[in-house]
């Protein structure tokens, strides 16, 4: 009887602490609402055309690897290229900076997927933006004067003919390789006194002091199959009509993979800043024969009203002119 009685609900008898706890939750809610409103009027409403400076810090994009061919400058000079497909890149998040970093944060989606194969989750977050569903998202960091509009869709004219880019992927799997391929090691001899080891790594340790392989020795093992950044690749060629950038070089991952590409760290960004700390003028800041990037972004919207054309290349290094 006694454990009956337990289980039925006591009457809610409405006291002062309730209403001050009713009172301090409304206040709280307010609050939050205040907060949420002064967030969302830091909402990018308009991609309004900006001025780049060295200190700007763009959005990066997501292209899909095609293959490699090769372009030809005005000086004859054969250079390889990797081609990239910018693959419909759009925004799907704005996440305003924390209060521990300035930069905001921009999630970007590539690649439209059919919804059958979207989870409820997915479709939810990518319906909210107003975007199709995508196969990748990545999250950049940019400066406030690089913000894009959520549901923009880039372009690949994001980037400019002469500049330096850095480009991210999965490298090719190998499967389970040697110390001679994984490693470069030299191998022993391949003359006499070695017995069917031509291709060993050698001794692995020293002896009873320390008793032990040392961490972190080089040995056979899976190769391939991990994240690789190959930075401080000029860009040769964008076409605004395919949205391919023909990239210098070679590019991290297999076909059709997915590559992160942004403006370079190195040769971009920190060199505008060491020129704009000696005192050179704005077209001496990047390149030569780049006088700017497009700011806040190159989207396919500017690429159409502004009428670029359908072809940029970059010229080479002039030569041909001396």
Do not use: C
């Amino acid at each position: 009887m006694r454990s009956f009685i337990r289980t039925l609900r006591k009457p809610f008898q409405r006291s002062l602490a309730t209403l001050a706890d009713s009172t301090s939750a409304s206040t709280s809610t307010e609050a939050s609402s205040s907060s949420s409103s002064s967030s969302t009027s830091n909402v990018v409403v308009e991609n309004a055309v900006g001025k780049w400076t060295p200190h700007t810090l763009r959005t990066g994009l997501i292209a899909r690897k095609r293959g490699m061919t090769a372009l030809w400058d005005q000086d004859g000079r054969r250079w390889p290229v990797t081609v990239l497909q910018v693959d419909a890149n759009q925004v799907v998040r704005h996440t305003p900076p924390p209060p521990t970093s300035p930069y905001h944060t921009l999630q970007i989606g590539a690649s439209s997927r059919p919804p059958k194969t979207t989870t409820a989750q997915q479709l939810g977050h990518f319906r909210k933006a107003g975007v199709e569903p995508k196969y990748r998202l990545r999250e950049y960091q940019v400066t406030e004067d690089a913000l894009v509009k959520v549901g923009t869709e880039l372009s690949a004219g994001h980037f400019v003919p002469g500049q330096f880019v850095d480009v991210q992927g999965i490298s090719i799997g190998k499967g389970f390789q040697g110390v001679m391929k994984r490693h470069g090691f030299r191998g022993l001899k391949a003359s006499h006194g070695v017995s069917v080891k031509h291709r060993s790594g050698g001794s692995i340790g020293q002896n009873q002091d320390p008793g032990r392989v040392i961490p972190g020795k080089k040995m056979p093992g899976h190769m391939g199959t991990v994240l690789r950044t190959t930075q401080n690749l000029l860009v040769h060629r964008v076409d605004h009509v395919l949205n391919l950038l023909y990239v210098r070089g070679s590019v991290p991952g297999s076909d059709d993979a997915f590559i992160s590409v942004r403006d370079s760290k190195k040769a971009l960004r920190s060199k505008a800043q060491l020129a704009l700390q000696k005192g050179k003028e704005e077209g001496e800041w990047l390149s030569k024969g780049v006088v700017g990037l497009p700011t806040p972004a190159g989207t396919v919207e500017r690429v159409k009203q502004e009428g670029w054309p359908d072809v940029v290349q970059w010229k080479g290094e002039g030569y041909a002119e001396k």
